[in-house]
C-alpha cells in the first residue's frame, strides 16, 4: 500500500479527486505538478505541504516562488521539474497530467521503481511496448486508474489464466445513436455534456468521439499484454459494469461500481488492500444494465484506433499526437467535429511509420503529426 505520493497533473479532473483520495486516506503528499494553474497549485501546497511543487510554465512558477516564499515548499519548473517531481521521495506516483506530455515525467518514474497509479493513457498510447518493458526491467508495479482497465485489472486478480477475451465498456459518449451526418454540425458545447462522467475537456471530447476508447483498446494491449483480436469493446450507456473478462470456460467476471473515478483512484493506492472509500456502491434496481455493438461508421475515431493497435511501430503515438491537435482546434472552434478523425487520418497517411521504434522515433512521429496537423 502506498504512503508518500506524487501527483503529477494535481489540479485537473483526476488530481484533484487524487487529492481528494490521499485526503481520505490520510496518506501524506511528497510533490505536486501541474501547468500553469499556479492559483489552485498555491491552494494545494498550502493544504498538503509537499516539499516539492513543479510547474511547467516558467513564468508560472517564478510567481508561485513568490507566492510560496513563507513556506518549505521548494518550487521547480519545466520539463526538468515536472520529472523531478515524478523522481522525488515518494513510493506512488499519480500520472495525471493529460496528453503525450506525460510520457517522459512517467518513464522518470518507472526508473526510480515507484508505483504507478497510471490514469495518462497517452503514455502507453505512445510507447506501451517501451514502458511495460521498462517497468519490467526495474520491477516497478503499474497498476491502472482508468476505470475499464482497473475494471479488468481486478477481474484478474487471483486468476490462473485461461484468460480468453477482454470485454471493454463504453457509455458511447453524448452522441450515442447519432448518424455521422447528424454529427457534423454538433458544437462543443454539446460535445463537452457527457451523460455519465464530469472530465477534464480533452478527454470529454475523446469520449464524444469514441477516441477514448480506441486509446483505451490500445492501453489494454498494453497492460495486459492482450492480443488486438481478444479485446471487443462494447457500449453499456449506465456506466455500471466498467469491463469483463471472458475465461475459456464460458465465464464472464465483471466489476461494477458507480461512475465516479475515486474508487479506480483508491484502489490503485490502497491494492492489493481494499478499504472504505468515498464511494457508495451501486443499487442495481435503480436502472436495467443494457448492451449494444458500437457503430464504426458514425465513430470512425475507433475503428482507426483498432487498426492503428494491429499496426504496430510509431502509428499510435501518431494517432494520438493528431487527434490532441485536433482536438485543441475543436475546442477553438477551428475545426468541426467530423474533421478531428479527418486530421487523424491525415496525420496517419503523411508520417512514416517506424517499426520497433524508440523513445527519441516515438517523440519525433509525436512532433511531426502535430505540426502536420496544425499547419494543415
Ligand atoms: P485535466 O485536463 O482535467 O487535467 C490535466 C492536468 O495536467 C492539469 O493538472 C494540468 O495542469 C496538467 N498538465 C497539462 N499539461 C502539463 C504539462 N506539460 N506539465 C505538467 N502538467 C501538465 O485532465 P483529466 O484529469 O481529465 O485527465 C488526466 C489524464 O487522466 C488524461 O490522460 C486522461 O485521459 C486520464 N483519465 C481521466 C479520466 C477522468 O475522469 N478525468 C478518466 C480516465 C483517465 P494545469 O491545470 O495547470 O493546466
Ligand atoms: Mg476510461
Redesign the pocket.
Known sequence: MSERISV????????T?SLAVIKHLGLSVSSL??????R??EEQARDFKPSLV????EN?ARELKTKLSDTFVRVASG?EG?VEAAGDGSDTVI?????A??LI?TMAAIEKKKRIAL?????LVCAGSIVMATAGKYGAEIIP???EHSAIFQCLNGQGGGLSRILLTASGGPFLGKSRAELQNVRKEDALRHPN????????I?SATLM?KG?EYIEAMHLFGAAPERIKVLIHPQSVIHSMVEFTDGSVIAQCGLPD?KLPIQYALTYPKRLRSLTEAPDFTKSALTFLEPDLNAFPCLKTAMEVAKRGGTAAAVMNAANEEAVNLFLQDRIGFNEIYEKVVFALENVKSVKDANLEEILSADRQARELVRKA
Open positions: 503529477l497533473g494535481s489540479t485537473g479532473s483526476i488530481g479527486q505538478a501541474a501547468g500553469s494553474n499556479i489552485l497549485l513543479a510547474v511547467f510554465d508560472a520539463l515536472i500520472t495525471a497530467m493529460s496528453g506530455a506525460g515525467p490514469a495518462n493513457k497517452e503514455t486508474v482508468d476505470s462522467w464530469s472530465m477534464g475537456r480533452k478527454i470529454t475523446d477514448n486509446l473515478m
